[in-house]
């Protein structure tokens, strides 16, 4: 009699800096998981990055979108390296993912668990369990604008910022989908009342689509008073949506609120499924502590748990989750949290914990 296991394939591009070291970190969890909950994980590992620039003088070969397009997943670990390349260039392609395949739902969960340090007194773990949803294809960050009068005293700068419906709408049923499978609960970041074109569209567009969720209770909060709440009473939010500025400002307020960026993982989402997702830690490359072995791998180790909640694989995302979880609450750490662990010394611990 033979088995059949389903199967996965997975992009890798480690990238550069400590990028490489937290992804083969993901990758040993990721393969002892495979083997318990009986799944196949079919790696591409991809050379990309600065050293490859070294070789070729190009960050990613031309042909990069048809190389990850026949994946079904790419777990990314972190690119840039301004020493030798100013950041636009290693950023370009990932730009290009994100639009070639559609990844319109950026995703961060900001969970504190047990054992880490939280920035706000008084806090504990299970106060603050919410998940910011960043539009990510549009809005304040397409490019477009000009300058007037360039270089003289009259100079004037136009940054465009577009809302579409179709976008808008896209990403509040993405974001009430996921409070109806967490606690129900939906708040959206607007600025309609000094922004009266783009943030009038969210708010209809949350007016219109909300009576599609009876279930989920949704609100909307000016940005700059959702900021200030987050601080405040972190453990009243649930699931966060905004557009690509906004998320991009929550997401930074929400990850620090949850220990900082080597625990904050990521995703760049085609919710379609008609291309692969991205799964990234939030941090850099961080050229300061590249190749000393001590950066943690936490983030990345929980963006490969995303993936696989992602590919369909729940059990086996949540059975990382919480070793992640028994592990910190043991008291084992990496030296950004106080830690003396290294790297791999600590995704030790959390193997010890599966
Ligand atoms: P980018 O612009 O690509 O985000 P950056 O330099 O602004 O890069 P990071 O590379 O994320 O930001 O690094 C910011 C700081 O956080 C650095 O001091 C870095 O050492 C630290 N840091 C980032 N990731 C980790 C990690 N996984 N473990 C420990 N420290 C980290």
């Known amino acids: 009699m033979t088995t059949t296991s389903k199967l996965y394939r997975i992009a890798v591009y480690g ?81 290009r993912i994100r639009q070639a395949f559609d990844q319109y739902a950026c995703v961060r969960p900001a969970w504190l668990l047990p054992g880490v340090p939280c920035v706000l007194t008084g806090k504990s773990a299970g106060d603050i369990d919410l998940v910011v949803i960043r539009e990510n294809s549009e809005g304040e960050y397409v490019d477009q604008g000009g300058w007037l009068h360039r270089g003289t005293d009259r100079e004037v700068a136009i940054q465009t910022a577009v809302h579409s419906r179709r976008g808008v709408a896209r990403i509040l049923r993405y974001a009430f989908e996921l409070a109806r499978k967490r606690k129900q609960k939906l708040t959206m970041a607007t600025k309609s ?32 008073a959702l900021l200030m709440n987050l601080v405040r009473w972190p453990e009243r939010f649930d699931v966060i949506v905004a ?96 830690g003396t662990l290294s790297t791999i010394e600590f995704t030790d611990r959390v193997l010890e914990h599966l």
């Open 15 to 95: 990238g550069d800096g400590i990028g490489a070291d937290v992804t083969r970190e993901a990758l040993r969890l990721l393969n002892a998981v495979a083997q318990r909950h009986a799944f196949q994980l079919v790696l591409t590992e991809l050379d990309w990055g600065i050293d490859h620039y070294r070789r070729t003088g190009v960050v990613v070969p031309e042909n990069f979108l048809e190389i990850l397009r026949p994946h079904d997943a790419i777990l990314l670990g972190a690119v840039g390296w301004p020493a030798e390349l100013p950041d636009h260039a290693t950023l370009a392609p990932l730009v």
């Open 243 to 338: 557009s690509n500025l906004f998320g991009d400002l929550l997401t930074d307020l929400a990850g620090q609120l949850a220990g900082g960026l080597g625990l904050a993982p990521s995703t760049n989402t085609n919710p379609e499924r008609n291309f692969p997702s991205m799964f990234e830690p939030v941090h850099g490359s961080a050229p300061d502590i590249a190749g000393k072995g001590i950066a943690n791998p936490t983030a990345a180790i929980l963006s490969a748990a995303m993936m696989l909640e992602h590919l369909g694989e729940v059990a086996a995302a949540r059975m990382i989750e919480q070793s992640i979880a028994s592990t910190l609450a043991a008291g084992h750490r990496t030296r950004d949290l106080g």
């Open 193 to 224: 009342n000094a922004q009266r074109y783009a943030y009038v569209l969210w708010d209809n567009l949350l007016d219109e689509i909300a009576p599609e969720y009876p279930d989920v209770a949704s609100e909307r909060q000016h940005c700059d």
